[in-house]
């Protein structure tokens, strides 16, 4: 067994996988792919639901990813999860789309049927469950801010957001001209008649202290989708004087229990969330793809706090 294994490696799989033992049918694409905690959790569900299979890593880069992903049917796999930076061009890759996948325009989870490879967002939904999780509210009662939307999670996000036609969505990135471009394709879930004042119901900023400010006002929700605070010396991507207690901050990212934006969070008395729990369920939504049962959710959150 390899910690990682490449193209290569894909290539000759049949020499590769000869002693592997349960058998190798599910992956996830990366580069870089060693953080990826996909196979902690994946290979719990498998054991847990007795599936004889496991799930590993592939150091993909993305010249090879459509090699690497045409082969994946030939070889008997299941599925395979994506992540940075093959979220969107694997979207043009695949055979087939769910609606959902189509829209969002970015896929991380490919199922295979037969040839076909067939691509899913499960990142949106596993926000909305994760959401639902830690702050147990439903996002169509929120008004929501969502930082970095130029990315594949930001924009899952935010498309889960206006698919569940929560209250408000309000979009910043750092490339103002990303956010006005989702705000175009995002417009037309936002035309009911919901009574809030002034403010528009979906509407850009430019990622600015003082329309930050104004807006946070009107915000029940903030969620960072950028790799700000995968560092710990990173900035907070809000400026940490406007967090009030009456906000709720999801931080999307898992690597760490707090971030400098959930240590902001908790220091102004507002509730916080990692996205342990987002990872968890867009997960837990692959597994159910693959293999139309429900996952087992408490083994594979008892394998992701442990790992
Ligand atoms: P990505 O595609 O690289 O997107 C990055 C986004 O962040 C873009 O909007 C980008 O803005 C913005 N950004 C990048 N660096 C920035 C900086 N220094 N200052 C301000 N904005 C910056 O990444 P991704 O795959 O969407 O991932 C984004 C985050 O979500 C990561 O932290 C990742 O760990 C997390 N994530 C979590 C889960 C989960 O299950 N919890 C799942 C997926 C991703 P521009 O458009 O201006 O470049």
Known sequence: MKEIYTLADLKNWEKTARNIDPPVRLAVFGDPVAHSASPLMQNAALHACAIDAQYVRFHIIPQELETALRLLPKLNFIGVNLTTPHKAAAHGLMDALDERAQRIGAINTASIDGEKLVGWNTDGFGFARAIRSEFSVDLRDLRVMVLGVGGGAGRAIAWQCALERCERLVLVNRALVKAKELERELARYFTGPRLLGPVARLETIPWEESPLRFQLSQIDLVV???????????????????????????????????????RATADAGARGANGLAMLLHQGALAFEIWFNRPAPIAEMRQALVAG
């Open 224 to 262: 960072n989708a950028t790799p700000l605070g995968m560092n710990q010396t990173d900035p907070s991507p809000v400026p940490i004087s406007l967090l009030a207690p009456h906000l709720m901050i999801f931080d999307t990212i898992y690597k760490s229990v707090s971030t400098p934006l959930l």
